[in-house]
T-cell receptor, first 112, second 115 residues
Framework: DQQVKQNSPSLSVQEGRISILNCDYTNSMFDYFLWYKKYPAEGPTFLISISSIKDKNEDGRFTVFLNKSAKHLSLHIVPSQPGDSAVYFCAASSPGNTPLVFGKGTRLSVIA | ETGVTQTPRHLVMGMTNKKSLKCEQHLGHNAMYWYKQSAKKPLELMFVYSLEERVENNSVPSRFSPECPNSSHLFLHLHTLQPEDSALYLC??????????????FGPGTRLTVT
């Protein structure tokens, strides 16, 4: 059973608009969440993270929101740029020596 | 070289072959990981090494055999693979194996095709 779900396999957004990527999780023990971005032929690169003690973390054009009661997090990219076109993975971990659990990813296409 | 490197980038092998994937990290990290990414599936953790000691093995078939001779190098030895083992194999490293606190840095991956 998937503990981290990214239900949208793909998303298209116009350049300059907001991109919203969603992620749901089922394990209430998760306390740390990360977003990774992956270009073709490259490994995933860390983008932004959030601890469960926060509900928002912002870094430039990227903001991650966490709604613990809904077990939902989202990544907002504004304004979206063509270079943001990539696959975005949501990942989560629980306390202790537990590995990251990844979602299947969402392919974002930003159209100029 | 910086970051995490993987060789080869592409590999085609028959089911009776033996091959090895290599990963090297230049970040001074203590933990290294092997992941498998199949089409339309989440990244699957295969192995975790911390300070050259295997600390996690996620029920991976014995035809995959990891080796970590030192904290900078990680190998994945492959033998008698099946076509369903065709996937992208990603290596990652982190400062520590408490992955909740430390971000992982990934290599570019090896695209493996088993014929």
């Amino acid at each position: 059973d998937q503990q981290v779900k990214q239900n949208s396999p793909s998303l298209s957004v116009q350049e300059g608009r907001i991109s919203i990527l969603n992620c749901d999780y089922t394990n209430s023990m998760f306390d740390y969440f990360l977003w990774y971005k992956k270009y073709p032929a490259e490994g995933p690169t860390f983008l932004i993270s959030i601890s469960s003690i926060k509900d928002k973390n912002e870094d430039g054009r990227f903001t991650v929101f966490l709604n613990k009661s809904a077990k939902h997090l989202s990544l907002h990219i504004v304004p979206s740029q063509p270079g943001d076109s990539a696959v975005y993975f949501c990942a989560a971990s629980s306390p202790g020596n537990t590995p990251l659990v990844f979602g299947k990813g969402t392919r974002l296409s930003v159209i100029a | 070289e910086t970051g995490v490197t993987q060789t080869p980038r592409h590999l085609v092998m028959g089911m009776t072959n033996k091959k090895s994937l290599k990963c090297e990290q230049h970040l001074g990290h203590n933990a290294m990981y092997w992941y498998k990414q199949s089409a339309k599936k989440p990244l699957e953790l295969m192995f975790v090494y911390s300070l050259e000691e295997r600390v996690e093995n996620n029920s991976v078939p014995s035809r995959f055999s990891p080796e970590c001779p030192n904290s900078s190098h990680l190998f994945l030895h492959l033998h008698t693979l099946q076509p369903e083992d065709s996937a992208l194999y990603l290596c990652a490293s982190s400062q520590d194996r408490l992955v909740g606190a430390w971000e992982q840095y990934f290599g570019p991956g090896t695209r493996l095709t088993v014929t």
